[in-house]
C-alpha cells in the first residue's frame, strides 16, 4: 500500500468514527446542527470510500482498453462526491428553515454535544492538513477533493459550535441559523469542486501551461517556431501534445532528434508533463534555390543532380539534371521534366528561368558477365592510355570492366593530388570518361572514382 492509498484509508476510518459520533450526539441533544454535521461527515465517509477506490485504481498503468491510463477516475470520483454534497446541503437547507418558519425543536446543549464538535475539529484540522501534503506530493485530484472535505467540516463545525452557544445564550433560533451556514459552505466546496473536475473531465488546460510549454520549445535548437500546444490532466499527470515546425532541409533523423530534445525540455520544466511532439516542414527565408530545388524534385518523388544556379541580365536560371527511369518514353519523361519546373516555379516565382536535361537512370539490377581475360587485359590497357592523357589524373588503379545486356560497364579509380580542387577534380573525371568512350567501344556505363593521394609527389 502506497503513500496515497494509506492516507486515503484513514480518511475513511476518521470520517466513520466522527459521523457515528456525531449522529448519536444529535439524535441525544435534538441539534439540527449536529445533525447536518453529521449528514455532512457520512458524506465525507461516502466521499473517503470512493477516494481509496479511485486512488488505488488510478495508478494502475495504461492498457489495451484505457491506452491514457487510469488516472481519471479520481475526477470521476470527485464528481461522485460533489453530487453528494449538493444533495446534503439541499437537506440541510430544507430542514433548517423548516425549523425556522414552523416548527421549533427543542435543542439540548450538553458538555458532549461540544465536546464531540471541538474533537470534530481536531480531528478535521489534522486530516486535512494530511491530506492536502500527500495530494500536493503526488498531484492526486481525489486526495485534493478529500482535503476540501475536511476544510468545509472545520468551518461547519465551528459554525454549529457558534450555534449551539447561541442556543444556550436564550437564542434558540441560532442552531438553525448554524446549520444554513453550514449549508452554505458545502454548496460552496461543491462549487468549487463541481467547476474543477468538470474542467478536468473536459480536458480544459491547465492555466498557463501552453505558454510555458511553447516558451521552453521555442528555445530548442532547430525549432523555427511552435505551432500548437495541446494539454489535458489525466490524474496526476498532463498529457501534452506539441507541434513544432522546422526546416524542410532537415534530414529525417536529425527532426526526430529535435523532437526528442523538445519533449526532455518540456519534462525538465514540467515533470508532471507526459509529453509527444511532432514535426513538420516548412519553408525558411533563409532556404537557398540550390535546397529549394533539392526538395521539390524529391517531394514529387525525383532525383536531380549538377543543379547550376545563375544570374543572368538580372534573372534567376537554374538548371539541373532530373533522373528518369531509362525505359520510359521521352513523352512520358518530357512531362515529368515539365512538372518539375512547373512546382519550381510556384516555389521561386515565376520569373525565374528553369532548364532541365533529362537522364536515364536504371533501376533494375545489372547482371553482368566476365569478360575474357585477353580482352580484359586489352580494355585495361586502352583505359590506362586514355586516362593518362587527361591532366591532373596522377594514376589509374582498380579498374573493372564486365560485360552487360546493353554493354561493357566499367569502373575505375583515379587519383589526384590532395589539395587538388573539386571542380578540377570533376572536370577532370568527366573528360576520362569522355576519353574512354573514345578508345573502348561498346560501353554502357562509365563510372570514375575520384580519391586523393599523399605519397607521390
Keep these: 500500500m502506497n503513500d496515497k492509498e494509506r492516507v486515503a484509508l484513514s480518511s475513511v476510518v476518521a470520517s466513520a468514527v466522527m459521523a457515528s459520533a456525531k449522529l448519536v450526539v444529535g439524535l441525544m441533544t435534538g441539534s439540527l446542527g449536529v445533525l447536518s454535521e453529521a449528514a455532512h461527515s457520512l458524506v465525507d465517509l ?99 477533493a478529500d482535503a476540501l472535505h475536511f476544510s468545509s467540516d472545520i468551518l461547519s463545525s465551528v459554525a454549529v459550535l457558534v450555534g449551539l452557544c447561541c442556543v444556550s445564550g436564550g437564542y434558540p433560533a441560532g442552531d438553525a441559523v448554524a446549520a444554513i451556514l453550514v449549508s452554505v459552505v458545502v454548496f460552496r466546496v461543491g462549487y468549487d469542486m463541481a467547476r474543477r473536475t468538470i474542467n478536468v473531465l473536459i480536458d480544459a488546460a491547465p492555466d498557463g501551461i501552453a505558454d510555458r510549454v511553447t516558451e521552453v520549445a521555442q528555445a530548442v535548437p532547430g525549432v523555427a517556431r511552435v505551432e500548437q500546444v495541446r494539454a489535458r490532466p489525466v490524474g496526476a499527470s498532463v498529457l501534452i501534445e506539441v507541434l513544432i515546425r522546422v526546416s524542410r532541409t532537415m534530414p529525417l533523423d536529425a527532426a526526430r532528434e529535435v523532437c526528442d530534445a523538445v519533449a526532455a525540455a518540456v519534462v525538465k520544466s514540467l515533470p508532471e508533463a507526459i509529453p509527444s511532439v511532432k514535426a513538420e516542414p516548412v519553408a525558411l527565408n533563409n532556404e537557398s534555390v540550390l535546397d529549394t530545388v533539392r526538395i521539390t524534385a524529391a517531394r514529387l518523388g525525383l532525383m536531380v543532380h549538377d543543379v547550376g544556379v545563375q544570374s543572368l ?44 536535361h533529362i537522364d536515364p537512370r536504371r533501376f533494375n539490377v545489372m547482371i553482368g558477365n566476365c569478360v575474357a581475360p585477353t580482352t580484359l587485359d586489352d580494355i585495361k590497357e586502352r583505359i590506362k592510355q586514355a586516362a593518362a592523357t587527361v591532366k591532373d589524373v596522377v594514376k589509374v588503379q582498380n579498374i573493372r570492366v564486365q560485360e552487360g545486356d546493353d554493354g561493357l560497364y566499367v569502373s575505375l579509380s583515379c587519383l589526384f593530388q590532395a589539395k587538388t580542387s573539386v571542380r578540377i577534380v570533376h572536370s577532370a573525371t568527366v573528360a576520362v570518361e569522355t576519353q574512354i568512350r573514345h578508345s573502348v567501344h561498346r560501353i554502357s556505363r562509365v563510372v570514375v572514382h575520384a580519391e586523393p593521394t599523399f605519397d607521390i609527389p
Design 46 to 144: 461516502c466521499a473517503a470510500g470512493l477516494s481509496f477506490y479511485a486512488v488505488s485504481v488510478s495508478d494502475q498503468p495504461a492498457d489495451t482498453e484505457h491506452p491514457y491510463g487510469h488516472g481519471k477516475i479520481e475526477s470521476v470520483s470527485a464528481l461522485i462526491e460533489t453530487g453528494l454534497l449538493f444533495i446534503t446541503g439541499l437537506w440541510i437547507l430544507r430542514e433548517a428553515v423548516l425549523r425556522l418558519v414552523y416548527d421549533a425543536v427543542a435543542v439540548e446543549v450538553t458538555w458532549y454535544a461540544i465536546g464531540v464538535i471541538v474533537a470534530s475539529i481536531a480531528i478535521d484540522i489534522g486530516r486535512s492538513r494530511a491530506l492536502m501534503k500527500v495530494a500536493k506530493a503526488t498531484k492526486s485530484q481525489a486526495l485534493e
Design 313 to 356: 541580365g538580372g534573372r534567376t536560371h537554374i538548371s539541373f539534371d532530373i533522373e528518369v527511369d531509362e525505359n520510359m518514353n521521352i513523352q512520358a519523361a518530357h512531362a515529368i521534366a515539365d512538372g518539375v519546373e512547373t512546382e519550381i516555379r510556384k516555389e521561386l516565382g515565376d520569373d525565374v528561368q528553369v532548364d532541365t
